[in-house]
């Protein structure tokens, strides 16, 4: 099955700056990629999600890159805010609901002022 | 509108003891799938039921079931409980078999 590998478990960054998560996957299948944000106490939101046949997507300050050949894809948050601070999740499906989603462990994104 | 329901928000049960998680979808969805999210840990896909038939089972025991009732709402029922199941039970909703998930809440179950 699917294996979702995140990096870093924790990013602690200045109000300002930017922060990048990386996430690698197993399943060449795999074509649909979602990132989540947590906090606290509140259900993943699903903030922007890419597909295996585009390579970069980009919504106001949160921009997401894929790379196929290498099975990785990456998170960008520029400009970034105190309430960005929250736990992000990347995840991947091969699009059909037999499998359901398969979410990496997590970043802790800290926004220090 | 309503976004994903789900109830009760916080549950406390015994070992051996059988416990059931309700959840109502966003309107017009007709896929509802189910996560467990231990602390620390991404969501572990249970279940998805899409048009009421069981669509996709992760890799749970059989202590785990679901159902999807006509309205589209779902529960998920887990038998004998082991103090491991105790997490976050997440429901997402979507229109389609899995993007543009919008998740729950979840339900909080702690087995003492």
């Known amino acids: 099955g699917e294996n979702v590998e995140q990096h870093p478990s924790t990013l602690s960054v200045q109000e300002g700056d930017s922060a990048v998560i990386k996430c690698t996957y197993s399943d060449s299948a795999s074509n649909y990629f979602p990132w989540y944000k947590q906090e606290l106490g509140k259900g993943p939101q699903l903030i922007i999600d890419?597909?295996?046949?585009?390579g970069e997507k980009k919504d106001q300050r949160i921009a997401v890159t894929l790379n196929k050949t290498a099975k990785h894809f990456s998170l960008h948050i520029t400009e970034t805010q105190p309430e960005d601070s929250a736990v992000y999740f990347c995840a991947a499906s091969n699009g059909g609901g037999a499998d359901g989603l398969t979410f990496g462990k997590g970043t802790h994104l800290i926004i220090q002022p | 509108d309503a976004g994903v329901t789900q109830s009760p928000t916080h549950l406390i049960k015994t070992r051996g003891q059988q416990v059931t998680l309700r959840c109502s979808p966003i309107s017009g969805h007709k896929s509802v799938s189910w996560y467990q999210q231990v602390l620390g840990q991404g969501p572990q896909f249970i279940f998805q039921y899409y048009e009421k038939e069981e669509r996709g089972r992760g890799n749970f025991p059989d202590r785990f079931s679901a159902r999807q009732f006509p309205n589209y709402s779902s529960e998920l029922n887990v038998n004998a409980l082991l103090l491991g199941d105790s997490a976050l039970y997440l429901c997402?909703?979507?229109?389609?078999?899995?993007?543009?998930?919008?998740f729950g809440s979840g339900t909080r179950l702690t087995v003492v």
């Open positions: 890419i597909r295996s046949n585009v």
């Open positions: 997402a909703s979507s229109l389609g078999q899995v993007d543009g998930y919008t």
